[in-house]
């Protein structure tokens, strides 16, 4: 299966800055079927981004992904209060689908 | 807006099978991947597979066997079924849609944009 590594776990920003999030693959995710979801206590996970770099309906544009084969990033451009949470990606070009192991993004 | 909800007993024996339903509302269920994802402390967020509204299936082998899903069109439902589970199965479980679709002999995913809120599983 495909092993995404997201590193490091823990992220300490101030509201306003820049945050880059990182997704490593074991190998190159197929059609770039890459996605980036946003968890917050009792809540589900919430589809940010799909296909790597597409804007899910709804997300703010402050939100954006990059990347291709095994290495992707999620960079939210200025954070605001809400943004504070746990990132995922999540590899759905080969089955069985992975999740990495997130990254909590947290007020410094 | 399509919502999913999730139902089913909070408490299962080992050794039994788990049985969760996730009900479609504000949408069709004859459409699209219907998946089931599951998030313990332990493991992190683990996909269990998922069902297109055809009746075809794509499970994580990781289950070994274990994990029947089926649609039913008429009840806009899904449901999943885990059997001889164990402290190891404990779990949240989320159903969540992908909107994508077979066409041409190629399936297309978009990522899983609706979910449910999750019910909390223990097997003890």
């Known amino acids: 299966e495909v092993v995404l590594t997201q590193s490091p776990g823990t992220l300490s920003f101030s509201p306003g800055e820049r945050a880059t999030l990182s997704c490593w693959a074991s190998?190159?995710?197929?059609?770039?079927?890459l996605g980036w979801y946003q968890q917050k206590p009792g809540q589900p996970p919430r589809l940010l981004i799909y296909?790597?770099?597409t804007r899910a309906t709804g997300i703010p544009d402050r939100f954006s992904g990059s990347g291709s084969g095994t290495d992707f990033t999620l960079t939210i451009s200025r954070l605001e209060p809400e943004d504070f949470a746990i990132y995922y990606c999540?590899?759905?070009?080969?089955?069985?689908?992975?999740f990495g192991q997130g990254t909590k993004v947290e007020i410094k | 807006q399509l919502q999913l909800q999730e139902s089913g007993p909070g408490l299962v024996k080992p050794s039994e099978t788990l049985s969760l339903t996730c009900t479609v509302s504000?949408?069709?269920?004859?459409?699209?991947?219907w998946n089931w994802i599951r998030q313990s402390p332990g493991k992190g967020l683990e996909w269990i597979g998922y069902?297109?509204?055809?009746?075809?299936?794509n499970y994580n082998p990781s289950l070994k066997g274990r994990v029947t899903m089926s649609v039913d069109t008429s009840k806009n439902e899904l449901s999943l079924r885990l059997s001889s589970v164990t402290a190891a199965d404990t779990a949240v479980y989320f159903c969540?849609?992908?909107?994508?679709?077979?066409?041409?002999?190629?399936?297309?995913?978009?990522?899983?944009?609706?979910w449910g809120q999750g019910t909390t599983v223990t097997v003890s």
């Open positions: 999540h590899q759905y070009g080969t089955s069985p689908w992975t």
């Open positions: 190998q190159s995710i197929s059609r770039n079927y």
């Open positions: 069902v297109h509204y055809s009746g075809y299936t």
């Open positions: 504000g949408g069709s269920i004859t459409s699209y991947f």
């Open positions: 969540a849609r992908d909107r994508g679709y077979y066409w041409n002999n190629l399936y297309y995913y978009y990522g899983l944009d609706v």
């Open positions: 296909d790597a770099s």
